[in-house]
């Protein structure tokens, strides 16, 4: 059996990278644009503040925001004891209440364990 030839070996990587090259430089296009995103369910990131914060969970109000830019954003507002969170989806709404906690209350939530001395009712962020 003979071996191919080097011209060969050589003219098929090229054309393989070729096709590589070609295929993955074509622009993707969603469905649907970033701004026109379903509304999404607030009940996953309730839950998660239930199990995470039984005591303090129904002082913090979630809700949507709008979505007509093209970055994840939230906002913390409120006063002591009703702490209004509000993002663009529920993993961002979920990184507000950690921003909360972390930057207002001193409070510190992880894997490897959490230091959660917080107040009966909870401040208003500044």
């Known amino acids: 059996m003979n071996s191919p030839s080097r011209r060969t070996v050589l003219g098929s990587a090229g054309v393989i990278g070729l096709g590589t090259h070609l295929l993955w430089s074509v622009p993707a296009h969603a469905a649907e644009s970033p701004g026109e995103g379903p509304a999404f369910d607030t009940a996953p990131a309730r839950s998660a503040l239930n199990r995470l914060l039984p005591g303090h969970a129904g002082q913090f109000r979630l ?13 913390v507002t409120g006063t002591t004891g009703r702490i209004q969170v509000q993002a663009t989806t529920p993993a961002t709404l979920l990184m507000g209440v950690h921003w909360y906690l972390k930057y207002v209350c001193g409070a510190h939530l992880a894997w490897s364990g959490s230091q959660l001395d917080l107040p009966s009712r909870l401040p208003a962020p500044a």
């Open 63 to 75: 809700s949507l925001l709008d979505r007509s830019a093209t970055v994840d954003r939230f906002r």
